[in-house]
Every structure is written in structure tokens, then in C-alpha cells.
């Protein structure tokens, strides 16, 4: 006689896992449609195809997060010595709101602490009250303003510039 167990039990570990396994990877240029996808829904002023190429050029560590063959969210950071610079981060926006910025952000974290880096940076919007939480949550503090460092719908938008000591 076979025993049927209830649904929720049927696993033989009992850790069937919640969600899809994400992982992450190096952006390859096969990304770049997908993620020219995501810039361009996901930013007013989205980057070209053209600046995120160069940014694999030069060796910034450009990093997908890829869940079921779908890339959801990208991060691109470059290092100088002992400083880092956060020069992009986004996430599908149809996947907002899922803490997938916040697994990206620690991952950048992670990347910039294995290669000895001391102080990390980013500019972000004052008018991105989002991304400007996520940053506070993980510990960076605002350290200056740049003036009308952004395009803006009208005339320039200004840079908060933060940063977090590792
Ligand atoms: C900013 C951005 C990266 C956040 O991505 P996300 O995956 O939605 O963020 P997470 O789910 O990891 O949540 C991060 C924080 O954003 C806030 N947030 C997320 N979804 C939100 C929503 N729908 N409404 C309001 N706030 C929200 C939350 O406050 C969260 O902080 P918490 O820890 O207090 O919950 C995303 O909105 C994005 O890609 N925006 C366009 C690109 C961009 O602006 N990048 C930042 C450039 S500096």
C-alpha cells in the first residue's frame, strides 16, 4: 500500500524552495538587449547601448542577477584602489519591490570588500526617494551635492553623492 502524503509534506526534505533560484553572473554583450529593455523603462534618462558596452570594455565589474533565464536586475561598479564607484543600478520594473536592488546592492558590496576597497560611492537623485532609501538602509550617508550633475525634464537635477566606509 502506497502512503499519500499531504501536499505541503510530499518534499522528502521538507525544503522545497519558495522562490525561483537567482543567481549571479558577469553581464555578457547577449545581455544587452534585455537589459537595454530594463534602462529604458526603468530610467527617464536611460544610458545607450553604447555607454553599458564600454563599461564592459574598460573592466568595471558589470553583474546580472539572472532568475529563470531572465535577467531582473544589473550593477555596475568600478574600482580605483582602495575606492569604488556604484555607476548603475536597476531593477525590471515589473519585479520592483521584491528586495531584488537590496540582493544586487550586497552583492556589489560583496564584490568591492574581496577587493580590499575602503570607501564606496554613488550619486543618486534627490528626487529618488526608492533608491535613496535602499542606500541609507545599507549604510551610506550623504557626503556632498553635485550641481546639476543630472539631465532633468527641465534645465538640471543635482547629485546627492553618498558613500559608506567598508
Ligand atoms: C531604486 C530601485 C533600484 C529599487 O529596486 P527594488 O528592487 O524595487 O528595491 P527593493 O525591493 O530591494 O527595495 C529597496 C527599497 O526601495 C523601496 N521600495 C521598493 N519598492 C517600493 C515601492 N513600490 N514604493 C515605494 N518604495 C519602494 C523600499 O523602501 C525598499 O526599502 P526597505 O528596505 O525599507 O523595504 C528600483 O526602483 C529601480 O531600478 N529604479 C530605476 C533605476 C534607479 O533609479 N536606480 C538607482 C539609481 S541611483
Given at each position: 500500500?502506497?502512503i499519500v502524503?499531504?501536499?505541503?509534506?510530499?518534499?522528502?526534505?521538507?525544503d522545497?524552495?519558495k522562490?525561483?533560484?537567482?543567481?549571479?553572473r558577469?553581464?555578457?554583450?547577449?545581455?544587452?538587449?534585455q537589459?537595454?529593455?530594463?534602462?529604458?523603462?526603468?530610467?527617464?534618462?536611460p544610458?545607450?547601448?553604447?555607454?553599458?558596452?564600454?563599461?564592459?570594455r574598460?573592466?568595471?565589474?558589470?553583474?546580472?542577477?539572472e532568475?529563470?533565464?531572465?535577467?531582473?536586475?544589473?550593477?555596475?561598479?568600478?574600482?580605483?584602489?582602495d575606492?569604488?564607484h556604484?555607476?548603475?543600478?536597476?531593477?525590471?520594473?515589473?519585479?520592483?519591490?521584491?528586495?531584488?536592488?537590496?540582493?544586487?546592492?550586497?552583492h556589489l558590496?560583496?564584490?568591492?570588500?574581496?577587493?580590499?576597497?575602503?570607501?564606496i560611492?554613488?550619486?543618486?537623485?534627490?528626487?529618488?526617494?526608492?533608491a535613496?532609501?535602499?542606500?541609507q538602509?545599507?549604510?551610506?550617508?550623504?557626503?556632498?551635492?553635485?550641481?546639476?550633475?543630472?539631465?532633468?525634464?527641465?534645465?538640471r537635477?543635482?547629485?546627492?553623492?553618498?558613500?559608506?566606509e567598508?
Amino acid at each position: 500500500m502506497s502512503i499519500v502524503l499531504p501536499k505541503s509534506h510530499s518534499h522528502p526534505r521538507g525544503d522545497i524552495p519558495k522562490e525561483p533560484p537567482a543567481h549571479f553572473r558577469a553581464m555578457a554583450n547577449f545581455d544587452l538587449k534585455q537589459i537595454m529593455e530594463i534602462e529604458t523603462s526603468a530610467y527617464v534618462f536611460p544610458w545607450t547601448e553604447g555607454i553599458l558596452r564600454d563599461c564592459m570594455r574598460v573592466g568595471y565589474r558589470c553583474r546580472v542577477l539572472e532568475i529563470e533565464g531572465q535577467v531582473e536586475a544589473y550593477g555596475i561598479l568600478s574600482i580605483t584602489l582602495d575606492e569604488a564607484h556604484i555607476l548603475n543600478l536597476c531593477v525590471k520594473p515589473a519585479s520592483h519591490g521584491q528586495g531584488l536592488a537590496h540582493r544586487m546592492l550586497d552583492h556589489l558590496l560583496d564584490l568591492a570588500r574581496i577587493n580590499a576597497v575602503k570607501t564606496i560611492f554613488l550619486e543618486v537623485r534627490p528626487s529618488n526617494p526608492r533608491a535613496m532609501r535602499l542606500y541609507q538602509r545599507a549604510g551610506f550617508a550623504e557626503v556632498g551635492l553635485r550641481k546639476d550633475y543630472y539631465p532633468a525634464k527641465v534645465g538640471r537635477e543635482d547629485a546627492l553623492v553618498m558613500a559608506k566606509e567598508l
